[in-house]
């Protein structure tokens, strides 16, 4: 069974920095992406970041500069690494991947890790 483990969620002072660890292990075929998402309390979940296979990156606006995703395709790993943290980057992030779970598959299916907390306050 396809299992999404995520790391390295804490507290951290405004200015700060985090990194954030997402590893997928079990039986599949391939990941298409891997990325994060965030909740905040009394906020819907948004997109963070992503990356593809590829390389390819999207990101959430606000954290445009201040945060870089990378991916280890050998370890199945994502990582978001988050510089000048803001209190408002407070919440709650949960790893996301697109996973291709069989060669036969034609879409991926997508799976959620269980969510990290992330604090910044001083």
């Known amino acids: 069974q396809v299992q999404l483990v995520e790391s390295g969620g804490g507290l951290v002072p405004p200015g700060g920095s985090l990194t954030l660890s997402c590893a997928a292990s079990?039986?599949?075929?391939?990941?298409?992406?891997m990325g994060w998402y965030r909740q905040a309390p009394g906020k819907q979940r948004e997109l963070v970041a992503t990356?593809?296979?590829?390389?390819?990156?999207n990101y959430l606006d606000s954290v445009k500069g201040r945060f870089t995703i990378s991916r280890d395709n050998a370890k199945n790993t994502v990582l978001l690494q988050m510089n000048s943290l803001k209190p408002e980057d407070t919440a709650v992030y949960y790893c996301?991947?697109?996973?291709?779970?069989?060669?036969?598959?034609?879409?991926?299916?997508?799976?959620w890790g269980q969510g990290t907390h992330v604090t910044v306050s001083s």
């Open positions: 996301n991947a697109e996973i291709y779970v069989s060669i036969l598959s034609t879409q991926p299916t997508t799976y």
């Open positions: 079990g039986g599949f075929f391939s990941i298409y992406a």
């Open positions: 990356i593809t296979s590829g390389g390819g990156t």
